[in-house]
T-cell receptor
């Protein structure tokens, strides 16, 4: 049973298109996140939701819009894709009542914009 | 604003020896520090953490040491095994709910 799953694993698309990445966690966690790992390998947080409420919203273009229909899902929609959006996107979840609040990551979605 | 730094992009160690991975941070308000391990084409997996009020935490072959005065932590793996070959990320938890700051990662290669 996969704890944090993402679909699709690979996404190749043209500039200007709109695409979505889906994330689901079956751990019963109350917080979910989206991270971007760029070509320099930095893992940077983009958004986090706690009980469906937006908590962290980093300086990302407003072409990126997260949507949390329920606690177990956090989807990422990207409008008007640009070449610079090419990266690996990771979804993660955590339970904030756990002391260190360690986050569990999905396998990643490699987005390539042509 | 790189608040967590891993200055060694790679480390190569012989099987059975000790691997020491280092991490420096700048923000004294971080309350937890975590290490993650990542294999190619997979997401990072949690390895071990340490509270800012401790100076050592041990879990099997993995030990994390924290030196708050130097704002430095290290992960020791003893003995190193070929299966430990992966990218290791250091992370620190800030005050915002769940916010983690990651280092750039160190590629560990354990050779037989």
């Amino acid at each position: 049973d996969t704890a944090v799953s993402q679909t699709p694993k690979y996404l190749v698309t043209q500039m200007g298109n709109d695409k979505s990445i889906k994330c689901e966690q079956n751990l019963g966690h109350d917080t979910m996140y989206w991270y971007k790992q760029d070509s320099k390998k930095f893992l940077k947080i983009m958004f986090s939701y706690n009980n469906k409420e937006l908590i962290i919203n980093e300086t990302v273009p407003n072409r990126f819009s997260p949507k949390s229909p329920d606690k177990a899902h956090l989807n990422l929609h990207i409008n008007s894709l640009e070449l610079g959006d090419s990266a690996v996107y990771f979804c993660a979840s955590s339970q904030e009542s756990i002391l260190a609040g360690e986050q569990f990551f999905g396998p990643g979605t490699r987005l390539t914009v042509l | 604003d790189q608040q967590v730094k891993q200055n060694s992009p790679s480390l190569s160690v012989q099987e059975g020896r000790i691997s020491i991975l280092n991490c420096d941070y700048t923000n004294s308000m971080f309350d937890y520090f975590l290490w993650y391990k990542k294999y190619p084409a997979e997401g990072p997996t949690f390895l071990i953490s340490i509270s800012s009020i401790k100076d050592k935490n041990e879990d099997g072959r993995f030990t994390v040491f924290l030196n708050k005065s130097a704002k430095h932590l290290s992960l020791h793996i003893v003995p190193s095994q070929p299966g430990d070959s992966a990218v290791y990320f250091c992370a620190a938890r800030g005050s915002t709910l769940g916010r983690l700051y990651f280092g750039r990662g160190t590629q560990l290669t354990v050779w037989p």
